[in-house]
């Protein structure tokens, strides 16, 4: 079963506007961490932001921040003020916190921002 | 720059071949993690070892397998290739396993592999 699903293989967005990009999760740990990464069309992987399931708030790195619904187990990711250079894919990712500590990716948004 | 090193960065090789991806990872991480990237599967993880140990398992198949060296540099071996294996092999380290969960991922930048 699919633990990470990212219901949009692609978006078009206006440039300046905010974008959000959907997540959800499938876990029955109670402890688990929820991440977000960036892939450019160079193909490295950029770490952008971080939730954790006891985290009582939402979490933000500068333009990026996590929209986090722990009862509809879900992640999005919200960019604020997108810009050309936010055109990339992006993945998110979630590691459970007991057993085995691999974090499993969803299949990745890709995003497009339009001048 | 991630500090985590993959070499090479692109490979071409042929049907029934064997080849050995390498990766360094951040200095004073001990875990290091592999991934494949491939156009419809997106990432997926492969194996993981912790300090030399092998610590978690994914849908690695029988024909690839993976170490983890003293100086905690990782190889992965992929051998009697198909064509289906071809992509994009990422090594990821992190400082330790989880606990707690936050410890991310750093990325190499990759090993494009073509099986022609």
């Known amino acids: 079963a699919q633990k990470i699903t990212q219901t949009q293989p692609g978006m078009f967005v206006q440039e300046k506007e905010a974008v959000t990009l959907d997540c959800t999760y499938d876990?029955?740990?109670?402890?688990?961490?929820l991440f977000w990464y960036k892939q450019p069309s160079s193909g490295e992987m950029i770490f952008l932001i971080y939730?954790?399931?006891?985290?009582?708030q939402n979490a933000t790195e500068g333009r990026y921040s996590l929209n986090f619904q722990k009862a509809r187990k879900s992640a999005n990711l919200v960019i604020s003020a997108s810009q050309l250079g936010d055109s990339a894919m992006y993945f998110c990712?979630?590691?459970?916190?007991?057993?085995?500590?691999?974090?499993?990716f969803g299949k990745g948004t890709r995003l497009h921002i339009l001048p | 720059d991630s500090g985590v090193t993959q070499t090479p960065k692109h490979l071409i090789t042929a049907t029934g071949q064997r080849v050995t991806l390498r990766c360094s990872p951040r200095?004073?991480?001990?875990?290091v993690y592999w991934y494949q990237q491939s156009l419809d599967q997106g990432l997926q993880f492969l194996i993981q070892?912790?300090?030399?140990?092998?610590?978690a398992k994914g849908n690695i198949l029988e024909r690839f397998s993976a170490q983890q060296f003293p100086d905690l540099h990782s190889e992965l071996n992929l051998s009697s290739l198909e064509l289906g294996d071809s992509a994009l092999y990422f090594c990821?380290?992190?400082?330790?396993?989880?606990?707690?969960?936050?410890?991310?991922?750093?990325f190499g930048s990759g090993t494009q592999l073509s099986v022609l």
């Open positions: 990821a380290s992190s400082v330790e396993p989880s606990m707690p969960t936050n410890e991310k991922l750093f």
């Open positions: 876990t029955s740990d109670p402890s688990y961490g």
């Open positions: 939730q954790g399931s006891y985290d009582q």
């Open positions: 990712a979630m590691r459970e916190g007991l057993g085995d500590d691999k974090i499993i």
């Open positions: 200095s004073g991480d001990l875990s």
């Open positions: 070892y912790y300090n030399g140990e092998e610590r």
